[in-house]
């Protein structure tokens, strides 16, 4: 879902075309849970390069990748969130889902700003609890209620 800005310069057009055309391929052919866990894995793949760029020096490329993890989880996960689903008990779980998220981005926007890799490990230690959790439910036997508030979203 995430590709580096360090691997883009040694991919000519065309294969840069053709990544792209099997992400979007992958991307239409999902099911909502294997959405979610795209995201979950761009986003940490995004915080994985911020690391990276972090390490070597390079401020423009690390901040590009929070800004790309930043967005993930506004735009990707965040926005996937159903305060209706599940009655009152599913509007407490997605609103402290998106307190959890807003926590993340503010983790991630200090690590930007201070240069602090730690801040980087949390917030990528939080999204794989999330994330690990999230592949226990809809790989399990609560995998149809998913589906099924899947289809009424």
Avoid: C
Wanted: proline content about 3%; cysteine-free; hydrophobic content about 45%.
């Amino acid at each position: 879902m995430y590709t580096s800005s360090a691997a883009a310069p040694m991919l000519n057009p065309g294969a840069r075309a053709y990544a792209r055309v099997g992400i979007e391929s992958a991307v239409m052919s999902a099911s909502p849970q294997q959405l979610l866990t795209m995201l979950f894995d761009g986003a940490k793949a995004a915080i994985s390069m911020a690391r990276h760029h972090m390490a070597s020096g390079d401020i423009v490329a690390k901040g590009n990748a929070i800004s790309k993890a930043v967005s993930i989880i506004d735009s990707g996960l965040k926005a996937s969130l159903d305060a209706e689903a599940g009655g009152n008990a599913g509007a407490e779980l997605a609103a402290n889902l998106s307190a959890l998220y807003d926590y993340i981005n503010q983790r991630l926007l200090y690590a930007n700003l201070h240069n602090d890799p730690a801040l980087l490990e949390e917030a990528d230690r939080l999204l794989e609890n999330i994330a690990s959790a999230w592949r226990e439910i809809s790989g399990g036997q609560t995998g149809a209620l998913i589906n099924d508030l899947s289809a009424r979203g």
